[in-house]
Nanobody
Framework: QVQLVESGGGLVQPGGSLRLSCAAS????????MGWYRQTPGKQRELVAT???????NYADSVKGRFTISRDNAKNTVYLQMNSLKPEDTAVYYC????????????WGQGTQVTVSS
């Protein structure tokens, strides 16, 4: 029902910045909450940030003050601006989208690698 395409990952030095994007494509569904999660080898996927359709945001304590989530409802796109990156931010970042069509559903992006290293 909803396909997601992520972009923007890469290698950055500590203290640097990256911006992730996730575009949702659908012809039938209405997009509601959107968010970003991350995962490192051997660990569970963890929440980074979420944003409702009206713009209410929620952040993991570890990224508050450094990351900013935003969205463009007209484009069904969610962004994650990451500043002051630390080595511990290194992970695969996944976009998550909740949607409503004939029922409720959830889609995950393919994941994009973010590596913070000097």
């Amino acid at each position: 029902q909803v396909q997601l395409v992520e972009s923007g990952g890469g290698l950055v030095q500590p203290g640097g910045s990256l911006r992730l994007s996730c575009a949702a494509s659908t012809t039938t569904a209405s997009i509601s909450a959107m968010g970003w999660y991350r995962q490192t080898p051997g660990k569970q996927r963890e929440l980074v940030a979420t944003i409702t359709r009206s713009g209410i945001t929620n952040y993991a304590d570890s990224v508050k003050g450094r990351f900013t989530i935003s969205r463009d409802n007209a484009k069904n796109t969610v962004y994650l601006q990451m500043n002051s990156l630390k080595p511990e931010d290194t992970a695969v970042y996944y976009c998550n989208v909740n949607w409503r069509s004939y029922g409720l559903g959830q889609s995950w992006g393919q994941g994009t690698q973010v590596t913070v290293s000097s």
